[in-house]
């Protein structure tokens, strides 16, 4: 089982941003207002918090206790003027370096590691409906955001 301890400052960016990243990855594929997106933004951190209990891998345990001892979590590095594909790109490249130190350094959490941050992302894309007016109608998932899930699952095998 690995902790922070286990990885170089770049790689531990990576693996604790990565929760982050996934959630933005869905957020941006079908912003759903500014509710919407604080709903989103709440459902990662809730799910960072969440995964301290119960049988979470150390690592996983180990972002949940930076998040509590910082305040917030850590945020992936995104182009701030950028399009969305280049910001897709950079979280995306976030995940792929995430899970490939976790990999490296230690492979029997890296599973449950991926499992874990495809979790964060489902529960990003069901924080708040999509369409409808005032909270009446829409659906949870999108179509959009479904296609990010897709695409983050590409990410993660």
């Known amino acids: 089982m690995s902790t922070k301890n ?6 531990w960016k990576a693996i604790a941003s990565a929760p982050v990243a996934a959630g933005l990855l869905i957020t941006l594929s079908d912003t759903s207002g500014p509710v919407g997106i604080a709903k989103e933004a709440m459902a990662v951190g809730r799910a ?5 209990q119960g049988q ?3 690592i996983v345990k180990s972002i949940a206790t930076s998040l509590k001892d910082n305040g917030r979590p850590e945020s992936p590095n995104v ?6 594909a280049e910001s897709k790109m950079a979280l995306t490249s976030t995940i792929r370096n995430a899970v490939d130190a976790v ?3 230690s ?5 449950p590691y991926k499992m874990w941050l495809a979790a964060v992302a489902r529960k990003v894309a069901e924080a708040s409906k999509e369409g409808g007016f005032l909270g009446i109608g829409g659906t949870l998932v999108s179509a959009k955001e479904e296609e990010a899930l897709k695409e983050l699952d590409e990410v993660l095998h």
């Open 103 to 105: 990999e490296r350094h």
């Open 48 to 52: 960072i918090t969440d995964a301290a």
């Open 79 to 84: 182009p701030m003027m950028g399009s969305r």
């Open 6 to 11: 286990d990885y170089s400052a770049e790689e």
């Open 56 to 58: 979470a891998p150390e």
């Open 107 to 111: 492979p029997a959490e890296a599973q």
